[in-house]
C-alpha cells in the first residue's frame, strides 16, 4: 500500500526538476538564407546612403558653380556699365576762339554729365580747361580758367553740388592736336572732363 504514493511522489519531484531547470524547446539557430537577407539589406542601405552623398555633393557643386558664374556675369555687366558711364562722363566739350560759352551742341553733353552725376552722388570730377596756341600763357590760362568754371556753372546750375567739382587750367601747354591750323586750334580749344573719386562702379543714370 506505501509503493504507490511513494512513486507518485518521485514522479512529481522529476516533473519539477524538470520544470525548474527550463525544460522546452530551445529556438531553432538563425538560417544561413536568413543570414543572407540580412546582409543584403545593410548592403542596399549603404549603397543608397553613398547614391544619397554623392547626389547632394554633386548639388551643391551645382550651385557653387552657379553663385561663381551669376557673381562674373554681374561683375563683367559693372564693368561694362562703368565702361560706358566713365567714356560719357570724359566727352570733351569745345569752345569758338577766344570765347569761355557753353555751345548748344555741348550743352546737350553737359546735361549728360549732369545725370551721371546725379545718379552716382559719390563720384567727383576735375574739369580742365585748354586753349589753342595763339595768345600770351598769361592770357590762355586765364582764358583757359574762364572756360573750366563755365562748364561747372552749367552743371551746378542743373543742381550738381558745387563741392563735387574741381576746375583746373593748362592754357597751350597740353595740346592734343599737334597743328597750326584752324582744324588743330578748334580741337585744342576744350574742356576736359576726369574722375577724381567715386568712378569704380559706376551707375548709368
Known amino acids: 500500500m506505501r509503493r504507490l504514493p511513494l512513486l507518485v511522489l ?63 556675369d554681374s561683375l563683367a555687366a559693372a564693368g561694362r556699365t562703368t565702361e ?35 545718379a552716382n552722388p559719390n563720384l567727383r570730377i576735375r574739369i580742365a580747361g585748354h586753349c589753342d596756341e595763339r595768345g600770351s600763357d598769361e592770357y590762355n590760362l586765364a582764358l583757359g580758367n574762364r572756360r573750366a568754371t563755365s562748364a561747372k556753372q552749367y552743371l551746378v546750375s542743373h543742381g550738381v553740388d558745387p563741392s563735387r567739382i574741381e576746375t583746373a587750367s593748362y592754357g597751350e601747354e597740353r595740346p592734343i592736336a599737334p597743328g597750326h591750323d584752324e582744324d588743330s586750334w578748334a580741337r585744342n580749344r576744350r574742356d576736359e572732363f576726369e574722375t577724381t573719386f567715386g568712378g569704380d562702379n559706376l551707375r548709368q543714370p
Open 84 to 118: 560706358a558711364v566713365g567714356t560719357l562722363l570724359a566727352t570733351t566739350i569745345h569752345f569758338d576762339f577766344d570765347k569761355a560759352n557753353i555751345r548748344p551742341d555741348d550743352a546737350a553733353v553737359l546735361d549728360q554729365k549732369v545725370a551721371i552725376l546725379q
Open 10 to 72: 518521485v514522479g512529481l519531484t522529476a516533473a519539477a526538476a524538470a520544470v525548474g531547470c527550463g525544460g522546452g524547446t530551445p529556438p531553432p539557430p538563425p538560417t544561413p538564407e536568413s543570414n543572407l537577407d540580412s546582409i543584403a539589406e545593410a548592403e542596399r542601405a549603404e549603397a543608397e546612403r553613398r547614391a544619397r552623398e554623392e547626389a547632394e555633393r554633386r548639388a551643391r557643386e551645382e550651385a557653387e558653380r552657379l553663385a561663381r558664374q551669376r557673381l562674373a
